[in-house]
């Protein structure tokens, strides 16, 4: 509630087209700017990617894999996420997402896109698959924040979007409250491969998302993919979570 109120008041004061689309300073409406690209970068400090999922863990951990994939490989190449899941990160994310804000797919998007070109072989994918919403949840929000962003993604990166290669074919509870383990059972059977078989089939593809926090949403769509037959999947998102063990030690 507190960030929707903030929201509206940033609206009042920095409106649309004024400067930056996040803190409303002087810049393109279009980009992020400079002060808010490194305080993202800030939320990083001390952190550093698991080179599997891409949350963040301690620059001290001796494992450059985090537990939970050593434990349990996840069925994408790589995941990462542009910053950690905090803060200003996470009430921009908020305002897109539940305050309607779409103009920050672009920015977000941009951002994404930079991401995967440092580090995915960019060329070498074939498509560009958004994380679907169930059909009543896209109605109560009005648009889907994975299909905004791999708009984004896809035109920058001149990469064909597959936008129904994927479909959610139920409504599953909100996850917020839910372990990792609860997550993987709650999104069970939840996806399956849509309208665009051939342009995915036996290629490599890069999925987008908005946050990677357990990694559970992520994974059983790879999952459904891979069994369709895709040959790889790296996957992007603007947000990734920090691991709890890490962030405290």
Not at 46 to 62: D, H, I, Y
Not at 132 to 141: A, G, I, K, V, Y
Request: glycine share 8%; aromatic share 6%.
């Amino acid at each position: 509630m507190l960030s929707g109120v903030t929201s509206a008041v940033r609206g009042l004061f920095f409106p649309e087209g004024a400067g930056c689309p996040v803190c409303g300073r002087r810049g393109s409406p279009r980009h992020l700017c400079r002060v808010c690209v490194e305080m993202w970068a800030e939320l990083a400090y001390g952190l550093t990617p698991c080179e599997k999922c891409g949350r963040f863990q301690s620059v001290k951990e001796e494992e450059k894999i985090c537990p939970d994939c050593r434990n349990s490989e996840p069925p994408y190449c790589i995941a990462r996420g542009v910053a950690p899941y905090e803060g200003a990160v996470r009430e921009a994310l908020h305002d897109f997402k539940f305050c309607g804000r779409r103009e920050l797919a672009y920015p977000f998007g941009e951002l994404m896109a930079s991401m995967a070109v440092s580090i995915f072989p960019v060329r070498s994918i074939a498509a560009v698959i958004p994380v679907p919403l169930h059909e009543n949840r896209l109605r109560e929000r009005g648009f889907n924040q994975a299909a905004q962003l791999s708009e984004v993604v896809s035109r920058i990166l001149k990469i064909p979007m597959a936008g129904e290669a994927l479909v959610r074919l139920r409504e599953t509870p909100s996850q917020t409250s839910l372990s990792r383990e609860q997550r993987q059972a709650n999104l069970k059977g939840a996806f399956e491969v849509g309208k665009q078989p051939p342009m995915i089939k036996g290629k490599t593809v890069l999925l987008v998302d908005d946050v990677y926090t357990t990694g559970a949403t992520v994974q059983e769509c790879s999952r459904v993919l891979v069994d369709f037959g895709v040959k790889e999947i790296y996957v992007v998102t603007l947000a990734s979570g920090i691991l709890i063990s890490s962030h405290k030690g």
